[in-house]
């Protein structure tokens, strides 16, 4: 099936979508990139696609081979158990930042986006559901006002982000996730930091734990 890809940033938009197609697992590990093929499915030429690929390069989802173009890398446990504990910690601080300085009309959004994502998992939708879940997450680090802390959050969110969409492929953990977002926007309301901070906190190490299931975690493994 062929996609119409709009030409404005064509390379971002390029780059956006095969890091879709990898976290959502289209585009599988260590599966080579054909460039004819991804060049007719987006009716572009090769240039914006090499240049989406060293995008992606740089943020660690494929790799690069010497005359031989590139292939998707596989996350291993290692990397992800270390990004997953650095994320939870991240979040933590985020949201126990966010119910100081957040405004009301800042919750009011995350809340319609709570609503919103409770429509996609009752649709059993799981991309849109995903694409809100982000949303949320990120909006309540821009809400925690800390450049810095925005900063490295923004810069590891990318590469984990193939491990949170894995850690949901269960119906279980997924419902239990969403009965944690239900705890996380009632915190947020109270503007209850220390209790956010927490359940953020344990929301990262039950996605890490089921992560763990998924892929039966060990130094051999990888996503």
Known sequence: MKETI??????KVVADRLREMIIEGELAPEERLKERVLCERFGISRTPLREAIKMLSLEGFVQLLPNRGA???????EEAEDMFQIM????SLGGELACRRATDDEIDYIRTLHMEMFRHFEAKNRPDYYSVNQ????TIIRCSRNRELETTYNRIAQRIRRGRYMANFSEERWAQAMQ?????????MKRDSHQLGEILKTHLENKLIALRRQIGGGQNNGL
């Open 180 to 188: 944690e977002h239900e705890q996380i926007l009632h915190a947020l």
């Open 6 to 11: 709009p030409r404005q940033s064509l390379h």
């Open 88 to 91: 939870s910690a991240l979040e």
């Open 71 to 77: 292939e998707v890398t596989s996350l291993t446990w």
């Open 135 to 138: 949303e949320i997450h990120e």
